[in-house]
């Protein structure tokens, strides 16, 4: 889509990053800056998961409808890694982070901005993008990290 058009500078541009996972991450703006979980809500119970599903896990319904979970949370707990698992790109120690959501569900992600003795469980906390080099050469993945709200 106008790679070609004639009126680009004649500079590469960049590649715009793609979600990690879009049954779990859907982004919403043009730059990879923003984005939203996605998941399900069940139709019959009102159970809502993150990610994808095919029948509900508490009612097994497959009345199911694809819902947006927005990028805000609470932190419920929290583990600091220091034995990273292989190929793991980032800092080490890190924490990693259950939150969950205002809609129930619980999505695990890295916590990023915070220093060790600052966690609390219960602290708010918000998604935030980062951008990751696909390890097959592709555009750079968009990753969904937490930071203190
Ligand atoms: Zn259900």
């Not at 029948?55 to 927005?70: H, I, N, P």
């Not at 259950?98 to 003795?117: K, M, S, T």
């Amino acid at each position: 889509m106008g790679l070609y058009n004639a009126d680009m500078p004649d500079t590469e541009q960049p590649v715009t990053p793609v979600s990690v996972d879009p049954n779990r991450l859907k982004i919403t703006n043009n730059d990879a800056s923003g984005g939203t979980l996605v998941g399900f809500k069940c139709n019959e119970c009102d159970t809502t998961v993150f990610g994808p599903a095919v029948f509900c896990q508490s009612c097994t319904s497959t009345d199911l409808e694809a819902v947006e979970l927005g990028g805000k949370g609470m932190l419920f707990s929290y583990t600091i890694v220091r034995i990273p698992p292989a190929g793991w790109p980032g800092d080490v120690p890190y924490v990693l982070g259950q939150v969950e959501l205002p809609q129930g569900p619980q999505v695990l992600a890295e916590v990023i901005d915070c220093e060790h003795e600052d966690l609390k469980i219960g602290m708010a906390v918000e998604m935030v993008l980062k951008a990751v080099p696909a390890e097959n050469g592709g555009p750079d993945k968009a990753v969904y990290k937490w930071r203190p709200a």
